[in-house]
């Protein structure tokens, strides 16, 4: 599987394992443990979607990358307000999400048009 979007998803991880390396040490089980999970969750189910013989099923996995990538969108926000990203760093992760937000939603298309 050599898709463009899992390409940027695996690369978004790193840069996630990254920030959050930096968090304090009583984060360590709360937003950084969250936000690892689920950005590894987007690009486990764009693997998992990709693989899949259903258009149905692969749109539904597609969903739920969507879904995790939304989920870790706002738990950016919140490491934000709590001055654990600085405003430079959450902008280049708020990039990277509209990034792969956009190729999510143009595999998903790809995935009604077959």
Do not use: H, W
């Amino acid at each position: 599987m050599n898709l463009e979007v899992r390409q940027d998803t695996q690369l978004f991880v790193k840069d996630i394992y990254s920030f959050t390396n930096s968090f304090p040490d009583k984060e360590k089980y709360g937003i950084c443990t969250q936000m690892q999970r689920a950005a590894v969750s987007i690009v486990s189910n764009i693997a998992e979607g990709v693989s899949r013989n259903s258009t149905k099923e692969q749109i539904r996995f597609i969903e739920i990358a969507y879904g995790s990538l939304m989920e870790v969108y706002c738990q950016l926000y919140i490491a934000k307000d709590l001055k654990y990203l600085m405003s430079e760093q959450f902008e280049t992760l708020k990039q990277n999400v509209d990034k792969i937000s956009n190729k999510l939603n143009a595999l998903n298309r790809s995935f009604k048009n077959d």
